[in-house]
């Protein structure tokens, strides 16, 4: 590399230094003055001669000085243009003579952005009214206003179509970000994220998967075995990135942007660019943020009863010396209450602070300019205990050095360090929610310590003696969870690039960018002694992940203007990527100490593990653009991927994209209402790679678990030597990556002199070779193999209204609007009815005919839905005549249920019972400036689209739930009707399951208490009957709202020799309006990492914050 | 000369970078974490352990709790024992076990490999345990897959359980 270094720059330096040697013509010196609205000067103007690859940048005071060497002074006409962000780009034509010339520029506001450049990903670039396909940027504005940590939080609801969820507000979980809906089985559904053109890590890893024996996974220790339903939260890796180091976002949406990255885009791309320094004064900002966060919601939870069983406790419950093993102590169906309760729904949480200190400087000169940053963020959640917080410490570096006139040299850098402890949740008995949320109304949580043996102590197991030491106590006392669980993640981050641009003539200019991403990721996780988990005697998983690539990305652009009306531009490059990813891990077993945390503190280790993965791409692409007549604007990108994903034989494949932007006002004389009018088409393929080594025909290690019993395997040996047999999996010969084909069409128009912009977006995809893991005969020697062979539509509507009803010195008032909407189809499943997406605690399958990730199970018996069969011949079908569909059967307690008047479960046949995905979403964004002061709000709009609250059908059966503090009072087997007195409620009235009735038991007045919570179809995780858990989870969210005022008095100027100071007072997720009866409809069980969304089983609490901020400028 | 020099490098960049071998990377290209190809002696091992395994699996401790010889402890078996629910789920494994992994898919492959060598012992070792997995499987589900199977059909044909014996008969003769 080196070589080829000194190959390239020598002949540069020389070509530099030719021209300067030759110089006998005194230099053109350009100054001007560049101002903006209200003759304000503007800074950070780019004054610059394309045609000579020469320009500058203005100062505060809003002049430049542009000089041009006397050698290429010729007296001709140049273009001389000035261009900055948020402003009209000009262009005059000067006469270039020695000496002096003096130039002003007055620009004006540009709303609709035309002439910005935009930057399409690989090194390709264009301009806004260029662009064939839907521009969704995010500014940097934006994504500080959002007072997210995690970038990828930070975009939410800032684009249509653009779907981001938090797992929970527990400090670091991930945020999933999903782009015009689903498309894949088995892959990744997280878009490509690139950083300042170097494609870098988004993964999110589950300490849990080091442990495939206690998670239940099928893979090797460090693959992914379904860790993410259970043990705790783990951030993204994009919360590596400081948001405030960014400068812009543009999200290429679908395929037909993001063909450019080929093989890796079906989901598509999100181009981060990072902030540079410019030339002049450096310039110092320092912003501090103090950040008070709370739960969103308590969750509701009955205090009236105690713990017991048909009215009654036992005694020995509360004396308990050994785990009550189930039956008449574990749930919350004793006798009503008259002594002290205890308020679980918030003991367990308690104001988190988050501290975010940013430093940054930024400045140069003509040739030199650099961007230093330091980011200090503290996170301190919202549990009580020492172990919920999350610490991220980044800097950057970016800096650009001019070597000559036409050779640039430039380097990004960044490092990040974020230590975590994350918190237990979900399917886990070690969970903080599943323990205090369950824990009933009369037991005190605290101390969790029993006082005599200093052990664990939880409901289950009030007062542990010392025989108990090292037991499970069923489920964790949640108090003990936070306190003595450590689950521990600490990662250090380097990535960036190195960048060389050539502007080798006046048309021609090569780009050549080498990336690196670089993270070690240290995992410790600490099941003490007395947890509740599988692991008695406690537990230790240590495990590292170490995550590298190196990306190669070379570019040739070309461009030529043959006349006003005839342009093009053509680029070809080439891209290098490879990305290795590697664990190690051990999982000890039964601690000798209690609290010491090493695993030679433990007696018994299960195998140590290591798995990596390597994959290699080899690119080539080419994008050729042609501009005519300054309105018609043609691209067509063609790109070639190889990758070692796609096996040995057929290793390459094309990715093409064609697109066409028509500016029609320039066509007809624009109206005075429509002032700017753009038709775009585009169509493009992109796929997604399949998972490394499919193709690869391995043996496997024998590991013989005998019959079912969860535990370590043995591994035959003969004469020292280990067996071997071969995969189960048949190997794919090739593997091509999944395609995704997408047509987009739409239209930009800008009217009312610029006030109003509005923009709508069709689009339709067709996604094909989507992989499939089927399952073959036996007999031919393998269970499954990996194919391609899904097929799965989607389409959509995109729109996005802008309104700036005034723009002026003193004040300004802007709203805008987004709206979309996405549906999948599943048109084919290698000729299956569905197939199970990830593992979960729900099923959420890709189901033939259905939206793709819909709930798949079994509901309550309806008409016209439920299988006839489930009742005796003609039951149903006499029941259900004339009767709606859906309309639900009540039986008389003679064929399916336990008594008269009671609805009943299916057995038969699973049905489709909801979709996660919503019907459509919206945001609604304002802005109001007035002089210095800042007014500003973001709702998020989200419609339809189910959440399986788990949870909630848990705690019915436990009898905890709020919902169950109006009850029967049961006795006996608290079962039949017969067993319980009081709240009566017939089913299919207004308040108790509303809706259409029928059947022979239907308006038959029945007692609901533990009868029905406990003992009939209505707690959902433990009945299957999953329908009731399905929950409407829509909502509207107030993610922001802001007052800001900046200061820039003489106080501030001449008394702190600052520039300005700004104050800013903001809110986030301060109010959601939700029919969810959980504690956020925004929730996801698997984070980042699932393909499946919408499932709620003791997820941990959403938060909503206050922020002050104060920013000094200098 | 200056640009010729320059476009000389530029290529080196590019010949140099696009080198032929990027895409064949073993470790790319082939499990760097599960071995490609293994000895007849290390499958011997796979398949006599999996032999065991299937002795001792699922068909061998639901037959002895219906024959009332042997109970689940800890709440296994509960469904399966108490209330004989049976679904083609519940000895799925059980079959799979005669064909794939250590089943006549490896058997087979170890076996052509001592053809390859001439090793006699192991092919006489390997007709044996092949005859003694197929014979299980034959006196388990009568018609089985055998003479097509763990081959290149993607969905074997099925023997006739009398055959099979045959056939194995002639095997170990």
Not at chain 1, 241 to 267: F, M, Q, T
Not at chain 1, 1077 to 1085: A, I, K, Q, R
């Amino acid at each position: 590399m080196r070589q080829q270094f000194r190959n390239i720059v020598v002949p540069l330096a020389l070509l530099a230094l030719l021209p300067a040697a030759a110089a006998a013509q005194e230099a053109a010196t350009i100054t001007g003055r560049v101002t903006g609205e209200g003759g304000t000067p503007l800074a950070a103007v780019t004054v610059s001669i394309a045609e000579l690859g020469v320009g500058t940048q203005t100062r505060d005071d809003g002049r430049y000085t542009l000089v041009v060497p006397g050698a290429r002074v010729a007296r001709q006409s140049v273009a001389l243009a000035a261009r900055r962000v948020g402003y009209k780009p000009r262009t005059v034509r000067i006469a270039l003579v020695p000496g002096a010339i003096t130039q002003d520029f007055a620009l004006e506001t540009n709303p609709l952005q035309l002439g910005e450049v935009v930057i399409t990903g690989a090194g390709t670039a264009t301009e806004v009214e260029k662009l064939g396909s839907v521009r969704n940027a995010v500014s940097a504005d934006l994504i500080v206003k959002a007072n997210e940590s995690n970038v990828v939080q930070a975009l939410a609801a800032k684009a249509p179509g653009v779907d981001v969820t938090s797992s929970a507000g527990d400090p670091g979980a991930s945020s999933s970000i999903k782009i015009r809906g689903l498309r894949t089985i088995q892959g990744s559904t997280q878009p490509l994220f690139v950083v300042d053109g170097v494609p870098v890590d988004n993964g999110s890893y589950s300490t849990t998967n080091f442990n495939p024996v206690d998670a239940g996974g099928t893979g090797q220790a460090g693959q992914d075995n379904g860790g993410q339903i259970e043990g705790t939260s783990q951030p993204n890796r994009m919360a590596d990135i400081n948001p405030d180091d960014i400068e812009s976002v543009e999200i290429l949406k679908g395929a037909a942007a993001g063909a450019i990255y080929g093989a890796r885009a079906a989901n598509g791309v999100v181009l981060i660019t990072t902030k540079r320094g410019k030339a002049g004064a450096t310039k110092y900002a320092l912003r501090s943020s103090v950040t008070s966060d709370d739960i969103t919601r308590k969750y509701p939870l009955q205090t009236k009863y105690g713990q017991g069983r048909a009215g009654v406790l036992l005694a020995s419950c509360n004396t308990s010396t050994t785990l009550s093993a189930g039956g008449p102590c574990v749930r919350t169906w004793g006798p009503a209450l008259t002594g002290s309760v205890f308020d679980h729904a918030s003991e367990a949480f308690r104001t988190g602070h988050q501290n975010d200190n940013v430093l940054s400087m930024s400045g140069g000169n003509d040739r030199t300019t650099f961007y230093l940053s330091g980011n200090l963020n503290k996170n301190q959640g919202v549990f009580i205990g020492p172990n919920n917080y999350f610490d991220r410490a980044t800097t950057r570096l970016n800096a650009t050095h001019k070597l000559t006139e036409t050779f640039n040299v430039g380097g990004n850098f960044s490092y990040a360090d974020t230590r975590g402890h994350f918190t237990q949740r979900g399917n886990n008995v070690n969970g903080l929610l599943l323990g205090l949320l369950r824990t009933p109304p009369d037991f005190n949580n605290f101390p969790f310590l029993d006082p005599v043996s200093g052990l664990h102590r939880a409901y289950r197991l009030p007062n542990p003696d010392l025989t108990t030491a090292g037991q499970t106590r069923g489920f964790n006392n949640p108090i003990y969870s936070l306190y003595e669980e450590l689950n521990q993640a600490q990662a250090s981050r380097t990535f960036g690039n190195v960048n060389a641009d050539w502007v080798a003539t006046d048309w021609l200019k090569f780009n050549y960018t080498l990336g690196a991403d670089y993270s070690n990721d240290e995992r410790l996780e600490i099941c003490p002694q007395e947890c509740s988990d599988v692991a008695a005697g406690g537990r230790i998983t240590e495990g590292k992940i170490v995550n590298y690539s190196i990306d190669h990305n070379l570019t040739a652009t070309g461009r030529y203007q043959y006349s006003e009306n005839l342009g093009g531009g053509l680029t070809l490059g080439q891209n290098l990527n490879a990305r290795n990813f590697r664990t190690f891990s051990i999982v000890g077993r039964q601690m000798i100490v209690p609290g010491l945390n090493s695993i030679s503190n433990t007696l018994a280790r299960d195998p140590a593990a290591d798995y990596q993965t390597v994959i290699h791409d080899e690119s080539y692409f080419g994008q050729l653009s042609l501009d005519l007549y300054q309105q018609l604007f043609l691209t067509a990108a063609l790109r070639n991927d190889g990758s070692t994903t796609f096996g040995t034989d057929n290793t390459r494949n094309w990715f093409p994209k064609a697109s066409a932007a028509w500016t029609f006002t320039k066509l007809a004389n624009p109206g005075e209402y429509l002032t700017y009018g753009k038709l775009r088409f585009s169509y493009g393929q992109a796929g997604q790679e399949p998972d490394p080594y499919l193709t690869s025909p391995t043996f496997t290690a024998t590991t013989l678990t005998p019959g079912i019993s969860q535990g370590t395997g043995l591994t035959p040996i003969q004469s020292g030597r280990g067996g071997l047999f071969f995969t189960t999996t048949k190997p794919a010969a090739v593997l091509k990556p999944e395609r995704t084909e997408e047509k987009e069409f739409g239209f930009d128009i800008g009217f009312l002199q610029d006030k109003a912009d509005f923009s709508a977006t069709f689009y339709k995809q067709h996604s094909t070779d989507v992989i499939l893991v089927t399952p073959t005969a036996p007999s031919a020697g393998y269970s499954s193999e990996v194919k391609n062979a899904g097929v799965i539509d989607n389409g959509g509507t995109e729109f996005s209204l802008n309104l700036r009803p005034f723009t002026t010195a003193t004040q300004a008032w802007d709203i805008g609007f987004g709206w979309s909407r996405t549906q999948s189809l599943v048109v084919d499943i290698a000729g299956a009815d569905f197939k199970l997406l990830d593992n979960s605690t729900t099923q959420n399958v890709a189901k033939k005919g259905y939206p793709l990730g819909v709930f798949y199970g079994l509901g309550m018996i309806r008409c016209g839905l439920s299988n006839p069969d489930e009742l005796p011949a003609g039951v149903l079908d006499a029941a259900c005549a004339g009767k709606p569909t859906g309309t639900l059967y009540i039986d008389d307690g003679t064929h399916c249920s336990i008594d008269a008047g009671r609805p009943c479960g299916e057995t038969l046949d699973q049905r489709v019972l909801g979709d996660p995905t919503p019907k459509w979403t919206g945001n609604i964004r304002t802005g109001y400036r007035y002089k210095k002061l800042t007014l500003s709000g973001l709702l998020d709009i989200r419609k339809g689209g189910q959440v399986h609250n788990g949870t909630k059908g848990a705690l019915w059966s436990y009898g905890t739930h709020g919902d169950t503090e109006n009850r029967a009072t049961c006795t006996g087997a608290a079962t039949a009707n017969s067993d319980c007195t009081g709240n009566m409620k017939v089913f299919g009235s207004a308040d108790w399951y509303p809706g259409p009735v029928t059947g022979p038991g239907a308006g038959v007045a029945v007692p609901i208490g533990e009868n029905w919570y406990r003992n009939d179809i209505a707690p959902c995780p433990f009945t299957g009957i999953d329908e009731q858990c399905i929950e409407d989870a829509g909502y509207v969210k107030l993610r922001e709202i802001s007052i800001g005022y900046s200061f820039d008095q003489s106080w501030v100027t001449r008394g702190l020799g600052l520039s300005n100071l700004d104050v800013r007072i903001a809110g986030r997720n301060l109010k959601t309006w939700t029919k969810y009866t959980g504690l956020d409809p925004e929730t996801s069980l698997g984070g980042s990492i699932n393909r499946v969304t919408g499932v709620d089983y003791f997820n941990l609490p959403q938060t909503r914050s206050i922020v002050l901020t104060v920013g000094l400028n200098r | 000369m200056r640009r010729r020099t320059m476009v000389a490098g530029l290529a080196l960049v590019m010949s140099a970078t696009a080198c032929n071998s990027f895409l064949s990377e073993p470790d790319a290209i082939r499990d760097p974490n599960n071995p490609s190809t293994a000895t007849r002696n290390q499958l011997l091992a796979g398949i006599e352990a999996q032999m065991m395994n299937q002795q001792e699996g699922g068909v061998a401790m639901i037959v002895c709790q219906w024959m009332q010889q042997c109970a689940g402890v800890a709440g296994r078996f509960v469904e399966v024992q108490g209330k004989y629910v049976v679904s083609e789920n519940s000895f799925e494994l059980d079959f799979n076990s005669i064909y794939t992994g250590g089943g006549l898919v490896s058997i087979r492959q170890a076996k052509a490999s001592a053809q390859a060598d001439n090793d006699a012992v192991y092919l006489g070792v390997l007709e044996v345990l092949e005859a003694l997995q197929i014979s299980w499987g034959a006196d388990m589900w009568g018609d089985i897959p055998y003479s097509d199977a763990a081959g290149d059909n993607p969905t074997p044909k099925f023997d006739g359980q009398m055959a099979i014996y045959d056939a194995l008969q002639t095997l170990l003769e």
